[in-house]
């Protein structure tokens, strides 16, 4: 089952619930909440083209970046937006101007530290 699949059960379920407990039963906000929930897992772990959107102003995030790669294979690296597509600071430390970068295609949030459970 992928997460599209999940969603439309979790819809179909929840319908049925509101049909026959209300649309302001508890156990119908908690199907909701877990919608909510899968919708943004399945946003925080896809790319986003550029061409969509661009990352937030100072941020860390995944880019692929096609820029000298030969047939289409990409390169990942974390990318520093600290200017929007004018000044990009790279992993390795160097800076990017806008010329440079044009070879980002799409990106995502660098995901969550890791923490040691107790």
Do not use: F
């Not at 289409?72 to 010329?99: E, F, K, M, Q, T």
């Amino acid at each position: 089952m992928n997460k599209q699949e999940a969603i439309d059960v979790l819809e179909v379920y929840k319908r049925n619930m509101a049909h026959i407990l209300g649309d302001e039963d508890e156990k119908v906000k908690v199907i909701e909440t877990c919608i909510m929930l899968v919708e943004e897992i399945e946003d925080s772990q896809r790319w986003i083209p550029v061409t969509e959107r661009l990352p937030e102003y100072l941020t860390s995030v995944l880019d692929m970046n096609d820029y000298m790669t030969c047939k289409g294979n990409g390169v990942i690296s974390i990318l520093h937006w600290c200017d929007g597509w004018n000044c990009c600071l790279h992993d390795d430390g160097s800076i990017y101007r806008d010329s440079e970068i044009k070879g980002v295609v799409a990106w995502m949030p660098l995901p969550e530290p890791y923490k040691e459970e107790k």
